[in-house]
């Protein structure tokens, strides 16, 4: 079972940028799809961007256009580019892997912090 951890967060103001990683434990070349998830006070959590082992990719429509997600199997971590952030985007972010297209998400790890605040 893959274990996953994130990192990257902070505080940033608004119109600003932060770049997310998610590390595995092990290898993740074989792994199906690798998504970012994200859980705002008060609200449940949901999905914000995928990127499947042949790196075809799925964005929410709240981040399309802002938020690019990558995978480098050879660093066993996936990355999550933010751009033009808001204060909705204030949330703790995760990472999650499907180890096959029609298993649960699994490896949750700690989350980290984003706030998008002036």
């Known amino acids: 079972q893959v274990q996953l951890a994130e990192s990257g967060g902070g505080l940033v103001q608004p119109g600003g940028s932060l770049r997310l990683s998610c590390t595995a434990s092990g290898s993740i070349s074989t792994i199906s799809v690798i998504g970012w998830h994200r859980q705002a006070p008060g609200k449940e959590r949901e999905l914000v961007a995928t990127?499947?082992?042949?790196?075809?990719?799925y964005y929410a429509d709240s981040v399309k256009g802002r938020f690019t997600i990558t995978r480098d199997n050879a660093k066993n971590t996936a990355f999550l580019q933010m751009n033009s952030l808001q204060p909705e985007d204030t949330a703790v972010y995760y990472c999650?892997?499907?180890?096959?297209?029609?298993?649960?998400?699994?490896?949750w790890g700690q989350g980290t912090q984003v706030t998008v605040s002036s």
């Open positions: 999650a892997v499907k180890l096959d297209f029609i298993s649960q998400w699994s490896g």
């Open positions: 990127v499947t082992r042949g790196e075809s990719t």
